[in-house]
C-alpha cells in the first residue's frame, strides 16, 4: 500500500504512521477553506443579532424600548435585546457558544501570520495584539451568560471590557498591517487592509456618538435619543464582526485541516 501523506497539527506523516496502529478506515479528517470557516464565524452572530432585534421589537416592543426617562424610543438597546427576554437570550447565547471556539482558532492563527508577515520588531505588539483579541472574545461570553438583568455590575464590566479592548485590537491591527510588515501584502491583503480601515473608522465615529446619545438621554430624556444611541450601538457592533469577517481574505486559498491528531493550516 502506498504511503500517502497526511496532514497534521506538527506537519506530515505517511498514512502507515497515523494512529499507531489504528486503520486508515478508523480515522477522520475534516477539511473546510479557511475563508468559509472565517464567513461562518462572523454569520453566526450576525444572524442571532438581527434575530433578537426584530424579535424584541415584534414580541416585546414596549418592554424592550422602556428607560427609566419613560419616553417614547423605536429601538432597544442591545443589552435588552439579547439579555431580557428567554428566546432572544437562548439564541444569541447558543450562536457565541458556538462562533467562541473558531474566533480563538483565528487568534492562534493570527499570532502565526504575524510571525511570518511582521518585522521581528513588532512581534511583541502582535502578541499584544492576540491576547487583546482573546480577551475581547471571553468578555464577549461574559457579558452573553450574565445578562444585565440578572447581574448589571458583572454585566456592565464584562461590557466595557468587550468594548476596550475591540476597539484596541481594531486600531493595534491595523497599525501593525500597516507600518510593520515585512513580507509585501498581495492584491487581496491590500483590499482587506483597506476594508479594515474603513470599518474601524465607522466603528470609532458610531462609538463615539453612542456616548454623546447616552449622555443626552440621561440628562435631558429627549423621547428617541435612546435609540439613536441603541442604533450607534448596533453600527459598533456590526463594523466590529465585519472587522474579524476580514480573515477571510487574509487567509484567502488556505485551508483547516482537523482529525484525530490536531489541527493544520495550509
Avoid at 461574559?142 to 485590537?169: D, Q, R, W
Wanted: proline share 4%.
Amino acid at each position: 500500500m502506498t504511503n500517502k501523506p497526511v496532514m497534521i497539527a506538527s506537519g506530515y506523516l505517511p498514512l502507515s504512521h497515523r494512529g499507531r496502529g489504528l486503520k486508515a478506515s478508523d480515522g477522520w479528517v475534516l477539511r473546510l477553506p479557511i475563508p468559509s470557516l472565517a464567513w461562518l464565524t462572523c454569520l453566526l452572530p450576525l444572524s442571532s443579532f438581527v434575530f433578537c432585534v426584530v424579535w424584541s421589537l415584534i414580541y416585546n416592543f414596549e418592554d424592550s424600548t422602556f428607560t427609566h426617562c419613560k419616553v417614547p424610543n423605536f429601538l432597544p438597546s442591545i443589552s435588552a435585546a439579547i439579555g431580557n427576554y428567554k428566546t432572544q437570550r437562548l439564541v444569541w447565547g447558543a450562536a457565541i457558544a458556538v462562533h467562541a471556539v473558531p474566533r480563538f482558532l483565528f487568534t492562534s492563527m493570527y499570532r502565526k501570520y504575524y510571525r511570518d508577515v511582521l518585522r521581528n520588531r513588532a512581534q511583541r505588539l502582535a502578541t499584544l495584539a492576540c491576547a487583546l483579541n482573546i480577551i475581547e472574545n471571553i468578555a464577549l461570553i461574559g457579558l452573553t451568560f450574565i445578562p444585565s438583568a440578572y447581574n448589571y455590575a458583572i454585566h456592565e464590566k464584562c461590557f466595557m471590557t468587550f468594548m476596550v479592548t475591540s476597539e484596541l485590537y481594531m486600531v493595534l491591527t491595523c497599525i501593525l498591517l500597516t507600518r510593520y510588515r515585512e513580507q509585501p501584502a498581495d492584491n487581496v491583503e491590500n483590499r482587506s487592509l483597506r476594508l479594515k480601515y474603513q470599518l474601524l473608522a465607522i466603528n470609532m465615529v458610531s462609538f463615539a456618538l453612542a456616548g454623546y446619545f447616552f449622555i443626552r438621554h440621561n440628562l435631558h430624556c429627549e423621547p428617541g435619543v435612546y435609540s439613536l444611541f441603541a442604533l450607534c450601538e448596533y453600527v459598533v457592533v456590526l463594523t466590529n464582526m465585519a472587522f474579524h469577517m476580514t480573515a477571510s481574505w487574509d487567509f484567502h486559498g488556505r485551508i483547516v485541516t482537523v482529525d484525530q491528531f490536531g489541527i493544520d493550516i495550509s
